[in-house]
Every structure is written in structure tokens, then in C-alpha cells.
């Protein structure tokens, strides 16, 4: 005899266990694209971003091609990128 189960309680926690999967993903590749001790600053408008995406995100979005890269640890600056 097999025990009486809810289905609609499986299905539902299969959906979460998707759900929760592609947020993982997701997460570690946002993390991935962060280099820890790296931050980017536009030097047009002060922002400062930790992730290289979104630093490239701000390039496309506002058009701002002169970004500085810092090392956090020795605050010093690595690279200096400018776009045209
Ligand atoms: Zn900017």
C-alpha cells in the first residue's frame, strides 16, 4: 500500500526547488563577476560600483567612458578606462 500522497504539495515543492536553483545561479554568477577587492568609480558622477556589470551597465546607460578602478585594500588606483 502506498501512502497517500498530496500531489499538489509535490508540485509545489518542485516549483520552489526550481525557484530556488535559479536564484543560486544567478547569485553566484554575480558573484563570480565581482573581484573583491576591486571598485570601479566614474569620475563624471562620482558613482562607485562593485561589479563589473553593472560599471559596464553604467556605460552603456549614461555614456560616462572615464572610469577608474581602485584596489580596495591599498586604495590605490590599478587602471584608468577611457571609452570613446
Ligand atoms: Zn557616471
Request: aromatic share 10%.
Amino acid at each position: 500500500m502506498l501512502p497517500k500522497i498530496n500531489q499538489n504539495k509535490i508540485i509545489l515543492f518542485v516549483f520552489i526547488l526550481l525557484i530556488l536553483y535559479v536564484w543560486i545561479l544567478s547569485v553566484s554568477q554575480k558573484m563570480n563577476d565581482r573581484d573583491l577587492n576591486i571598485i570601479w568609480v566614474c569620475t563624471q558622477c562620482k558613482q562607485s560600483f562593485l561589479f563589473n556589470s553593472d560599471m559596464q551597465d553604467h556605460k552603456t546607460c549614461t555614456g560616462h567612458s572615464r572610469i577608474h578602478k581602485f584596489d580596495l585594500l591599498s586604495g590605490r588606483m590599478i587602471d584608468s578606462i577611457e571609452m570613446n
